[in-house]
T-cell receptor, first 116, second 116 residues
Framework: AQSVSQHNHHVILSEAASLELGCNYS??????LFWYVQYPGQHLQLLLK??????LVKGIKGFEAEFIKSKFSFNLRKPSVQWSDTAEYFC??????????????FGDGTTLTVKP | GAVVSQHPSWVICKSGTSVKIECRSL??????MFWYRQFPKQSLMLMAT?????????EQGVEKDKFLINHASLTLSTLTVTSAHPEDSSFYIC????????????FGEGSRLTVL
């Protein structure tokens, strides 16, 4: 079975600070990796995803994530956060052989609060 | 992007009654939809996979007689919480896979159920 661990439950930053949210997963095979974001009052939406190729993937709004296979990690980063980045962030993983994306396993989420 | 909509956004009911939550794909067809349950500060837990034209597939530990799922059309799946009890109070979220097969999920806005 696969599992996902997000180490930070709540992160508070000032605007322009750099962000890194940790995500580690456990699964022995090839994985697909996702970061989803939920802005206040809105649907969960995809931030970025990794299936294969370049392990550094770029998503919307200046976010990026790096897949480090040896560390089973897929940390999310942004060089300079804005107040509008305040949201809840979820890391998710599913087995590469599992084309059913709904079988993704989600982390517990990290609440990011950016102070203006 | 594709839109998934849930209704109602919140519902309060008395113990013993049944509650129906709808999940619609607004601008695409979804042969598969997924239902999750989310407890405060916890992860999304997949409850079941809703399959258009066939029975839903339930995750281990989810009572299929308690959580009835019907996928009546290519754009609508419903979750009915039968004989609801206070412990069923939760946030229920549905999703549908990207119809282009890109691997990510489109989420509804969620439905907050409170059982008195």
């Amino acid at each position: 079975a696969q599992s996902v661990s997000q180490h930070n439950h709540h992160v508070i930053l000032s605007e322009a600070a750099s962000l890194e949210l940790g995500c580690n997963y456990s699964y022995g095979g090839t994985v697909n990796l996702f970061w989803y974001v939920q802005y206040p009052g809105q649907h969960l939406q995809l931030l970025l995803k990794y299936f294969s190729g370049d392990p550094l993937v770029k998503g919307i709004k200046g976010f990026e994530a790096e897949f480090i296979k040896s560390k089973f990690s897929f940390n999310l980063r942004k060089p300079s956060v804005q107040w509008s980045d305040t949201a809840e962030y979820f890391c998710a993983v599913n087995a590469h052989i599992n084309t059913n994306a709904g079988k993704s396993t989600f982390g517990d989420g990290t609440t990011l609060t950016v102070k203006p | 992007g594709a839109v998934v909509s849930q209704h109602p956004s919140w519902v309060i009911c008395k113990s013993g009654t049944s509650v129906k939550i709808e999940c619609r794909s607004l601008d695409f067809q979804a042969t598969t939809m997924f239902w999750y349950r989310q407890f405060p500060k916890q992860s999304l837990m997949l409850m079941a996979t809703s399959n258009e034209g066939s029975k839903a597939t339930y995750e281990q530990g989810v009572e299929k007689d308690k959580f009835l799922i019907n996928h009546a059309s290519l754009t609508l799946s419903t979750l009915t919480v039968t004989s609801a009890h206070p412990e069923d109070s939760s946030f229920y979220i549905c999703s549908a896979p990207n119809p282009t097969g890109a691997g990510e999920l489109f989420f509804g806005e969620g439905s907050r159920l409170t059982v008195l």
